[in-house]
């Protein structure tokens, strides 16, 4: 049995194309209604959702507040207290100093997570920068109150006890060290790309 294939100059026609076609259509058709859907919700919900993000930004940065003056007034008490009016039993004038310094160091860790929640709201973007120094402030935080503390009481302090605190101290050099760095490449990308 012999097929016949169809005659030269009538063409068969191509669904898989003319479903292309069909789609294409379809999309130009739909595409100014999404586009209009999506702007007028965009129109209405951006400046919602921007002040929203900014009543929240600011309501965590005055809570932040609070609980840097809260740990000030508690740091600037606490230390009164210890040093002179109550001093504790097993504890000195340089513990209540290093105390202090622990409890102000935290709280300049607050302010700075304060001032970058203020950064966020006024140009509306975030930075590395104000992280590293917190992470900066942090270690330096830990070094202060590790070395007041082993310089304290250093001749009770056990072996095991000692080695650890000695790689803590070790630790927090290094991100220290790591941070100054970030700060550098930071730094040496801002001048290059301007």
């Keep these: ?36 859907q999506s702007e007028a919700v965009r129109r209405v919900v951006a400046p919602w959702l921007g002040g929203a993000d900014t009543v929240m930004y600011t309501l965590i940065g005055v809570v932040f507040l609070a609980g840097a003056l809260a740990m000030l ?13 109550h001093p504790p039993e097993n504890s000195s004038f340089a513990d209540a100093v290093v105390t202090l310094i622990n409890d102000l160091l935290l709280v300049m860790i607050i302010m700075e997570v304060l001032r970058t929640i203020g950064s966020y709201i006024e140009d509306r973007g975030a930075s590395l920068r104000p992280f590293l120094f917190i992470g900066a402030i942090s270690a330096t935080r830990r070094i202060l109150a590790i070395g007041a503390y082993m310089s304290i009481h250093g ?7 000692f080695n ?3 790689t803590d101290l070790g630790v927090n050099a290094g991100v220290i060290l790591a941070i100054v760095l970030a700060l550098f ?8 790309d301007e």
Excluded: C, N, W
């Design 1 to 36: 049995m012999q097929t016949t294939d169809p005659a030269p100059d009538k063409e068969q026609p191509d669904d898989s194309r003319q479903g292309d076609q069909q789609h294409k259509d379809e999309d130009v058709r739909l595409e100014p209604h999404r586009s209009t």
């Design 73 to 85: 007034i508690y740091s600037v008490l606490t230390f009164f207290q210890d040093a002179f009016i």
């Design 155 to 161: 001749d009770t302090i056990m072996p095991a006890d």
């Design 164 to 166: 650890r605190r000695l």
């Design 185 to 192: 490449l930071l730094s040496y990308r801002a001048q290059t």
